[in-house]
């Protein structure tokens, strides 16, 4: 069993930044990949960014480049992903995920395992 802990989501005017937080726990030694997805309402869930632990790779979606940056945390279970320049259409519920991924790609049936989100808001 893998649990997935997300904190750091809040309220936020369009232009500024917040800093998301995950920490894994239990069996994960097989997975070598931790991502952020978000999910609007009404939307489909989408990729947002990806970290893999061999060679500290990171992959992102077309819409986040420049502005999000996705990282290790000081421990080696925990994932940050360091948001700025946060526009409204960057609203929605942000999930972390955890899964054995060898392909530089953000789909979701790639990861089995999934905290239970944190918001985000950015008002415009």
């Known amino acids: 069993q893998v649990q997935l802990v997300e904190s750091g989501g809040g309220s936020v005017q369009a232009g500024g930044s917040l800093r998301l937080s995950c920490t894994a726990s239990?069996?994960?030694?097989?997975?070598?990949?931790m991502a952020w997805f978000r999910q609007a309402p009404g939307k489909e869930r989408e990729g947002v960014a990806a970290?893999?632990?061999?060679?500290?790779?990171?992959h992102y979606a077309d819409s986040v480049k420049g502005r999000f940056t996705i990282s290790q945390g000081n421990a080696t279970n925990t994932v940050l992903l360091q948001m700025n320049s946060l526009k409204p259409e960057d609203t929605g519920m942000y999930y972390c995920?955890?899964?054995?991924?060898?392909?530089?790609?953000?789909?979701?049936?790639?990861?089995?395992?999934w905290g239970q989100g944190t918001q985000v808001i950015v008002s415009s």
């Open positions: 995920a955890t899964g054995r991924v060898r392909a530089f790609r953000l789909w979701v049936d790639d990861f089995p395992y």
């Open positions: 970290f893999w632990s061999f060679g500290r790779s990171t």
């Open positions: 239990g069996d994960t030694g097989l997975n070598n990949c």
